[in-house]
C-alpha cells in the first residue's frame, strides 16, 4: 500500500477521532458537494472493476445519509444557481458516469423513491460500440483468467479468486493513470484473448430509447461524455473539440433538448486542464465537471468548467461521506492548500 492511499484510508479514522474534520470543513466545505459514481449494480453480483460498480444497498444508504444530515439533493442547474447565493441548506449533485443501461434499471427506481435529482453524462460509443473501452476489457481479461500477464512489462498479477481479481483491478488501472504507456499493453493483453471492448460496452450501454426515457424523466438530466471516451487532454485541440461538439450534437438528436453539461472523460490532471475547460466553454456547454476531489464554493462561478467532484463508492461509510462533504480529501490532496480544486 503506498504511503498516499495509506494516509487516504486513514483520513476518516483520524478525522473522527481527532475532530480534525471540524476544523478542515471550516475551510474546506464549500456550499456543496457533486458526487461521482457509474454503474448500480446487484448487491451480490461479482464484478473485477468494482470500483466503478456501485451496489444498489450501498447508494441506499448515501442517498439516506445525505438525507439524515440534511443536505439538499438537488439538479446540477440548481446547484450552479446556488453557487453564490445567499447562505442556503448544504446540496450534493449526483452524476452517473459512462451511460450505463442500470442508470435506468437499478438507480432510476431508488432516485425516485429518494425523490433526488441526478445527472447522467453519456459517452454516446457506448451506445454504438465505437469507444475505447479498455477498462472493461480489462475486467473482462480479469474475470476470465487466474492470472494477467502483461509480459512485455516483466508483470504478472495473480487473479484466482475475488478480492485478488479486484486488486489487480485497481493495481493496473492506477498504473494506467499514472503511466499510460502501459495502457498498449494492457490493450494487447486484451486482444490477445478476442475481447471486444467495443461490444462489452454496447452490452452495458442504454439504447437511444432508453436514453430518450431518461431525458423526458423530470429527475434526470442527460449530460455529455465524449463519442469515445478519449482522453482528451492527450488528443489535438481539434479531436478534443470534435469529442465534445460532436457528443452532444449526437445527444440532442436523440433527446430533442439541450445538453447543457460535459464531463470530461477520466477528468483527472492528466486528462483535462485549462485548454479543455475553454474548449467545453466555447462549445457551448454551461459547465464541465473533472474527478478532481473537493467541494463547490462560490469561487467556482469563475470555474465553471473545471466543477470538482467526490467519488462515491460500496466502502464510503458515515465516516468518509462526511469527509467527502467536508472536503477532508481536498484538503489532503492540496496539502492544506487552495480550497477551491479548478484546472
Ligand atoms: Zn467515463
Known amino acids: 500500500m503506498s504511503a498516499r492511499s495509506l494516509l487516504k484510508g486513514m483520513a476518516p479514522v483520524a478525522a473522527r477521532y481527532t475532530g480534525a474534520s471540524s476544523v478542515i470543513a471550516r475551510r474546506y466545505r464549500g456550499r456543496g458537494t457533486i458526487f461521482m459514481l457509474h454503474s448500480v449494480v446487484d448487491d451480490a453480483a461479482f464484478y473485477p472493476d468494482r470500483t466503478l460498480r456501485c451496489p444498489v444497498s450501498s447508494l441506499e444508504r448515501i442517498l439516506r445519509w445525505l438525507r439524515a444530515n440534511k443536505i439538499d439533493i438537488i439538479s446540477l442547474d440548481d446547484a450552479i444557481d446556488r453557487i453564490d447565493a445567499p447562505s442556503t441548506a448544504r446540496f450534493a449533485v449526483l452524476t452517473f458516469d459512462d451511460g450505463y443501461a442500470d442508470a435506468l434499471t437499478h438507480a432510476l427506481p431508488l ?107 423530470p429527475l434526470a438530466t442527460v449530460g455529455a461524455h465524449g463519442c469515445t471516451h478519449a482522453n482528451l487532454a492527450m488528443a489535438s485541440a481539434s479531436a478534443a473539440r470534435w469529442e465534445m461538439e460532436e457528443s452532444r450534437r449526437l445527444l440532442e438528436d436523440a433527446v430533442q433538448k439541450p445538453i447543457l453539461h460535459f464531463a470530461y472523460p477520466f477528468g483527472n490532471a492528466r486528462a483535462c486542464g485549462p485548454r479543455e475547460a475553454e474548449l467545453a466553454r466555447a462549445s457551448g456547454y454551461r459547465s464541465a465537471v473533472t474527478t478532481r476531489s473537493g467541494s463547490i464554493f462560490p469561487q467556482h462561478r469563475d470555474h465553471l468548467h473545471a466543477l470538482p467532484r467526490e467519488a462515491l463508492s460500496r466502502l464510503d461509510t458515515s465516516s468518509t461521506l462526511r469527509c467527502k462533504v467536508d472536503g477532508f480529501y481536498r484538503a489532503g490532496h492540496s496539502r492544506l492548500g487552495d480550497p477551491v480544486a479548478a484546472m
Open 111 to 217: 432516485m425516485e423513491r429518494f425523490r433526488a435529482p441526478f445527472v447522467v453524462y453519456v459517452t454516446t460509443g457506448m451506445m454504438t460500440g465505437n469507444i475505447d473501452a479498455w477498462w472493461l476489457g480489462l475486467a473482462e481479461l480479469i474475470r476470465r483468467q487466474d492470472m494477467v500477464e502483461l509480459s512485455d512489462l516483466g508483470l504478472q498479477f495473480d487473479c484466482r479468486d475475488e478480492a485478488r481479481k479486484v486488486n489487480t483491478f485497481v493495481d493496473i488501472e492506477r498504473m494506467i493513470h499514472t503511466d499510460y504507456s502501459v495502457l498498449q499493453h494492457v490493450k494487447a493483453a486484451v486482444a490477445s484473448q478476442g475481447i471486444d471492448c467495443g461490444g462489452l460496452a454496447k452490452r452495458e450501454a442504454m439504447t437511444v430509447e432508453d436514453l430518450r426515457q431518461l431525458a423526458a424523466h
